[in-house]
């Protein structure tokens, strides 16, 4: 992966649960944006038989050689890339991409896309129209060149599965899917919920905390016995303000709660004990958030959004609402705030529904290991 091990992203999460469940009977490489330093100080570097440290910022050609040669050094069997989004690993240019340089060298890849948000991902949403459109015809052929070069890539969704397809069909025969987890599959459930709503991921654009933030006010006085808790660390100064000015013109200040220094263990104790779980998010991969708290049987309300349709089926996994929209997720907390045996109904079927889709640690590891045997001769 491009990124340190010990982020909190999503696909850093995931690469450290994958490393605990395969190094067991696998012999495992890094390759990671953490320095030599970064990594003799893991708690996982006793569980790797050796690193190489990606250069996240300006990877060229050369790089990539680089690396095919140290893979070739140490006889890897295959190449496995994590993708925080569809052109990530510069899989937007001809030359810079380390995928192809590896195939072309005789090592097998394979990749995972983590996010399959949009087509126009390979120049960021921040730039205008006419220059998307410009640009896609330069990235798009360049991005089926690496596709082309795996055995397979896997998105984390099956919203994601049937986007990339449609985009990519050249190589469409070349994606699969992969449901990611690092649930345990057979822990147990606190079937004691509190009175509160808990929205659990970084405080940034794609998250939806303000719109979440809107819809508690509109309904907060109906409901005295509840609070709104935010919690996750605050990644874009400009959603930050945006959140922190709407509960500050509320009139119901005390009625919320933002942590921003989340341990692991404390964002465990939180989704076993919410009432509620929200997940306003406009983009998502899958949502490890929402599939915890399915798990741990919090009643769950989720935007009609990539991945979390995937999770949530309206009104009996949990309930799913427009994204974007304060009235329509105010008015389904309102709903599930004022009654308890929906909250419960909701919150029994949705855990079920994540062990019957094999959305566990235990399942994840074995799906990569038969995705991983199809994928060597």
């Known amino acids: 992966m491009e990124y340190p091990l010990h982020q909190h992203g999503g696909v850093e999460v995931l690469v450290r649960e994958l490393i605990g469940g395969l190094a067991p009977e696998h012999e495992l490489f890094l390759i990671s944006g953490d320095s030599p330093e970064g990594i003799e100080n893991s708690l996982l570097r006793r569980l790797l038989a050796g690193h190489f440290s990606w250069p996240t910022e ?43 340089v590896l195939n072309s060298r005789g090592i097998r890849c394979v990749s995972t896309n983590h996010g399959a948000f949009s087509v126009f991902e390979c120049v960021g949403p921040q730039r205008p129209l006419w220059f998307r459109l410009a640009a896609l015809p330069l990235f798009w052929p360049a991005k089926v060149r690496q596709v082309a070069s795996v055995a397979w ?42 009175p509160f709503i808990l929205c659990l991921g970084t405080v940034g654009r794609r998250k939806g905390q303000p719109v979440l933030a809107e819809a508690f006010v509109r309904i907060g006085r109906e409901f005295p016995g509840w609070k709104l808790v ?18 500050n013109a509320s009139g119901i200040a005390d009625r919320f709660e933002v942590l921003t220094d989340v341990s692991d263990e404390r964002a465990t104790d939180l989704l076993a004990r919410c009432g509620i779980f929200a997940f306003p998010s406009t983009h998502e991969g899958l949502g490890l958030a929402l599939q915890e708290a399915l798990f741990a049987g919090a009643a769950c309300v989720g935007s009609r959004a990539g991945g979390i349709i995937d999770l949530i089926e309206h009104d009996k996994t949990g309930m799913l609402v ?15 705030m004022s009654d308890e045996g929906l909250r419960k109904r909701l919150g029994t079927i949705g855990r079920a529904s994540i062990r019957d889709k094999g959305m566990t640690r235990q399942g994840m590891i074995a799906r990569h290991i038969e995705l991983y045997r199809s994928a060597l001769p």
């Open 230 to 247: 935010i919690a996750g660390r605050h990644a874009e100064a400009d959603v930050s303000a945006r959140l922190y000015a709407t509960i």
């Open 322 to 336: 427009p994204p974007s929209q304060p009235e329509p997720l105010a008015r389904a907390l309102a709903l599930l």
């Open 58 to 100: 300006f990877a060229g050609r050369e790089d990539a050689l680089r690396l095919a040669g140290w893979l070739g050094d140490q006889r890897v069997d295959l190449a496995h890339f994590h993708f925080g989004g569809t052109y990530q690993w510069r899989a937007r240019t001809y030359r810079h991409c380390p995928i192809p």
């Open 153 to 194: 890539e896997a998105t984390v969704s099956k919203h994601d599965l049937a986007a990339v397809r449609r985009r990519f069909f050249p190589v469409s025969r070349k994606f699969t899917h992969i449901y990611h987890s690092k649930l345990d599959g057979n822990l147990p459930f606190n079937e004691r919920k509190e």
